[in-house]
């Protein structure tokens, strides 16, 4: 044959369409778009089950970079090593990703845009939430392909525990289609598919009381309402991202800009370059300086501006002009049974919905079977105990293994499966407890073969199933909000404080009722010693606050009256003054005094309540919100009845749990959340019951099993314990015992009542106060570790015919 019989005449135009066409088809289906089910390109999914496979677990130590690169290029992803670590860099970022995927060591980069390193400097392992893609994926969940040259298996989809597409977005462009999902948050997108999954034929406006909007990593504010709907609608829609801004004043009149949070996907040091360019170019009149001043704290860009400069009016100017806001274009392509989709927000959930029901049933059948399995394995075991003599003589008889196997089978109608199990029995399982425990176990396997055969047979309890696994995720990883929602796009929020000189300071109150601001430069030129502060005699320092002008105070008071005092309103005297007394600052009546300051930004935080314990062992709690006012008179905070006085007041996340301790050596710890929200005029509910003449003289919160609780008699004896020993009870029991008091006339007594209490989880000092008002300072590290219904040890000196009267913890600066 020559060499011109073997060339085939073709046309150009075909032979460019066939080879882009399948070309585009690669690209849509195998690189740029992600599945609509575990929202991963293939890259990701292959980097993810690569890490997996290999063990590079969150359990584990750290792996470098370049060894996962290696595996995935070798294993399933025959491209350049560049591409991989690109992807794998992506999903450790934390300021692109709603929830990192990849959990980074080293150098991965930053919001300047600077690279990551090199993979052979870098470590990675999987993210704790990456298991989640990655769970049941060993139990046939999920259907495999070959690899390139069919030496592996890979996924052709993860199983994917929780809507991953919704909850880290995805943007990619490929050809003929472009993707752009941002991130929505985890509590309110699984919430989302729960409310679909209860009632199929839910709304889009049902839909959006629980999912708001998207959720930015980077913060910001979100404007316009009508874009977010026509998005989840249609899959496309506008919106409009703008940084978090701030406006302070400086002394000598000046303000300055400060930029908090920036949009999505802004390049922090292009933005701030930006900006000092229109500087330069004197584009904008009344820029002094702009400094980038992020570090571990977190993003903060000042933009600081000359004397009598219109700060609203340059914010206006920079929003415009830079990207200080942005306009953000959904796109919401995914790939749909091998074919690219634009989808709103229910179809994506409902797909989502869709692969879930197909990887709970795959995974339910699988673990059926297992279970029928080794059911039918403990049925020939049963039986063949209960015939053992017979079954041990068969055995004895026969020839060889094979010869005992076929004669189990014919003479007492064991299968072959059950024949073997008999034969490898080893001997120690022919004792009565072992025999037990068989039949025990075959029991639990029936209830569970039960209860899996009900999850295929009825929609409704796989649908429990999934809800009670995503609500498990949810309450593990759901994190709050970090982009703000706002309706209108042309709104421009400015705060009522701008004219207040935004300054970071200290107040100080007494135990006598005695307040002042002071500023940190009087506080460093004075030595920057707490213990130095001016005090009259007699008097001591009881709160200590690190706080900001524009911010206000909420002191409350023992007979349940709160007053809200600006920051910038309490009188400026230096370090060593005394101050000046409380009742010239707010009207507080002169028996009544304060329990509680509480500093405050703003009263709008959803999750925050007003925790109140009361004397008599009274709790309630109450939103924040409930308590915003521009009154300075005081205001009821709590119902307090007669006899009764507040104790304490703190605000909480109602997350933790509360523990109360008596005066008579009672205790009681619940749940927070046990005491419902009520309103601010409430007297709440009973927290511990206590008897006639005891009272609670400690209210304390502590979240998890971890620090101890210390309390101190009134004659000295202190102790500590363990948290994990205060068992979590029902809200108004009578509680356990927290302390022992010694009594009889050959002992030495250690106290008739319980003066404080304390929860520790790090080392802090405190000071106890007598009859004779002697005073004796101490660590918590010098109380012994006790159980906690031990007598304690003596600690506190006391003089005979004297007692401790109060111990306080000694104020101190965050580090």
Known sequence: MSMMEQIMPAFLEEVVGDRFGRYSKYIIQDRAIPDVRDGLKPVQRRILYAMYESGNTPDKPYRKSAKTVGDVMGNYHPHGDSSIYEGMVRMAQPWKMGHVLVDGHGNWGSMDDDPAAAMRYTEARLSEIAMELLRDIDKRTVLFKDNFDNTAKEPTVLPSRYPNLLVNGVSGISSGFATEIPPHNLREVIQGAIMLMEKPDTTLEELMTIIQGPDFPTGGIIMGGEGIKEAFRTGKGRIYLRSRTAIEDLRGGRQQIIITEIPYQVVKSRLVTAIENLRLEKKVEGIAEVRDESGRAGLRIVVELKKEADAQGILAFLLKKTDLQVAYNFNMVAIVNKTPMQLGLKALLEAYIAHQKEVVTRRTQYELEKAEDRAHVLEGLVKALNILDEVIATIKASKNRADAQKNLVEQYGFTERQADAILTLQLYRLTNLEIHALEKEHRELQKLIGNLREILSSPVKLIKVIKGELMEIRDKYGIDRRSEIQGEVEELKVNVEVLVTAEDVLVTLSHEGYIKRISKLSFTRSGGDIGSTGLKAGDYLKHLLEVNTVEKLLIFTKKGQYYMLPVHQIPEFKWKDNGTALVNVIPIPKDDQPVSVIPLKSFQDQDKSLVFVTKKGQVKRTDLKEYETVRTNGIVACKVADGDEVLKVELSDNSRDLVLISKLGMSIRFQESEVNAMGRAAGGVRGLQLREEDEVVAAEWVRGEEGEILVVSDLGYAKRSFVFDYPL???????????????????????????????????????????????????????????????????????????????????????
């Open 729 to 815: 009870q029902g809200r108004g029991g009578k509680g356990v015992i927290t302390f022992e008091f010694k009594e009889g006339k050959r002992v030495r007594p250690n106290g008739s009542s319980l003066i404080a209490g304390f929860a520790v989880k790090t080392p802090f000092a405190l000071m106890a106060v007598n009859t004779n008002d002697d005073r004796h300072v101490f660590t918590t590290e010098e109380t012994a570790i006790e159980d906690r219904k031990s007598v304690g040890m003596s600690l506190i000196p006391v003089v005979k015919g004297t007692h401790v009267t109060s111990v306080i913890r000694l104020p101190a600066l965050q580090s």
